[in-house]
């Protein structure tokens, strides 16, 4: 008999479609998890009230924490207020910030990215950067809207890791390009976490979490995207599976 696939839980955004709320997930973040980490994806609603992370993990083995449009609302890390459009999604942060705190606690494997990088740091007690290019010193780290998919993730700016941490375990290389996408970025950084790579600029691009019981990694950009082509990106998600599975 098949041994089980494992399951990887996503903390879905919360959407209006029309007149109706919709709870999403992007494809390509699912199909790297069922591709590259050989895992089972299932789709976590944003309700109000919340799912109990108690419930959440009881029913998965490992959580994958995905990029969004959407903003983690500043008033949670004591931000000033978003400018009018931005984007935020509080029945997500609802769910996931508790959920990210509970996994971790409890030694589930959990990837962040993009967003999940963001929530990562401020349910340990960071905060962020609103607008990364406005600050003196960094790069600007957004994406080209007007240009073609494959553009917007294109190759942006190296990394570079630091030594005796998760990515330098996983990877040969110490430097490599990535993508970048992103306006909100690490500001102070949690305690609790440990910085595995930097930008140029000195913007933390991944971290890791001191001492936990099981895989806790996230990163700024977006190693879901193209996944098969990178060999970074395989080596994260490969490394992630096996997580799921010791």
């Known amino acids: 008999m098949a041994a089980r696939r494992p399951v990887v839980g996503f903390s879905c955004d919360r959407r209006m479609v029309g007149p109706h709320p919709f709870d999403m997930v992007g494809e390509k973040y699912i199909v790297a998890v069922r591709d590259g980490?050989?895992?089972?994806?299932?789709?976590?609603?944003?309700?109000e009230p919340p799912l109990a992370p108690d419930d959440i993990l009881a029913a998965v083995d490992g959580l994958l924490f995905t990029g969004s449009p959407s903003n983690v609302a500043p008033r949670i890390y004591g931000g000033p207020a978003p400018r009018d459009g931005v984007l935020l999604d509080e029945y997500r942060d609802d769910t996931a910030l508790p959920l990210l705190q509970a996994a971790i606690a409890a030694?589930?494997?959990?990837?962040?990215i993009c967003r999940g990088f963001q929530e990562l740091n401020v349910a340990f007690g960071g905060t962020l950067f609103q607008h990364v290019e406005e600050v003196p010193g960094r790069l600007d780290h957004r994406e080209d809207y007007n240009a073609p998919l494959d553009v917007q993730y294109g190759p942006a700016h190296p990394v570079t890791v630091t030594e005796g941490g998760m990515l330098a375990a996983m990877l040969r290389e110490r430097s490599f390009q990535v993508n970048s996408l992103h306006s909100q970025g690490v500001d102070r950084l949690a305690d609790?976490?440990?910085?595995?790579?930097?930008?140029?600029d000195g913007q933390i691009e991944a971290v890791s979490v001191t001492g936990a019981k099981g895989f806790a990694l996230g990163v700024q950009w977006h190693p879901e995207w193209a996944w098969a082509a990178n060999p970074v990106s395989r080596a994260i998600f490969a490394a992630f599976g096996r997580a799921l599975r010791a």
């Open 37 to 47: 980490a050989d895992a089972l994806p299932v789709l976590l609603p944003v309700l």
């Open 107 to 112: 030694g589930k494997p959990v990837l962040a």
């Open 192 to 200: 609790g976490l440990r910085v595995e790579a930097l930008a140029p």
